[in-house]
């Protein structure tokens, strides 16, 4: 009928509501913008074209990227193009190294085309790309990393970086901000 939400809300006394449609662009969302923005050495990342991979090479590729890097690089060498697919849940490869905390792994994957993530560059400790993935688009300190990781869980993942915990609290890092219950504080 041509109403909008916000008309709908107003029309039925919903209050509270009218007063978060009112200010949803002040209410930060949840970032992906840099995940696939940039290669290792920080320029931007194109997906290179290639043969099709089965879903179910890249899922057990994302899998025992987590645990068993001898099977990770076997799957890599018979499929070189699976650094730049998705698992169904919604996860690289690189990303499970990363959040892991297995910077070798990550770098392996990363030296091969994998693309550098806010996330994953955090979890590397590398804080020039991180600084400037954050300075080129400041919504980005909303990122989540792979299994909804709140960004202020990856200086710990990164060995404790204080340096990488005071950038994210320079551009507005919440530390409270968390996955189901916990906060970087419990890792």
């Not at 890097?69 to 697919?85: K, L, N, Q, T």
């Not at 993935?133 to 960004?151: K, Q, V």
Request: net charge negative; glycine share 8%.
């Amino acid at each position: 009928s041509g109403e909008t939400p916000l008309d709908v809300a107003q029309r039925a006394g919903r209050s509270e509501v009218v007063e978060v449609l009112r200010r949803h662009k002040r209410i930060p969302r949840t970032q992906a913008s840099s995940r696939f923005a940039y290669d290792s050495s920080g320029s931007r990342y194109a997906k290179p074209a290639g043969p099709e991979i089965p879903q179910l090479t890249v899922n057990h590729f994302g899998e025992v990227c987590h645990f068993n890097i001898a099977d990770a690089r076997s799957i890599y060498r018979e499929h070189p193009g699976v650094v730049h697919e998705n698992a169904t849940w919604n996860e690289l490869g690189v990303e499970a190294c990363a959040h892991m905390e297995r910077p070798q792994w990550t770098e392996y994957f990363l030296d091969r085309g994998a693309p550098m993530s806010l996330p994953t560059a955090l979890a590397v400790n590398n804080v020039t790309l991180a600084r400037r993935i954050l300075t080129e688009d400041r919504a980005r300190i909303h990122e989540r990393g792979p299994h909804d990781f709140a960004l202020m869980w990856y200086p710990q993942i990164a060995g404790g970086s204080v340096e990488l915990a005071e950038l994210l609290l320079e551009f507005g890092a919440d530390v409270d901000e968390h996955k189901f219950g916990t906060t970087c504080l419990h890792g």
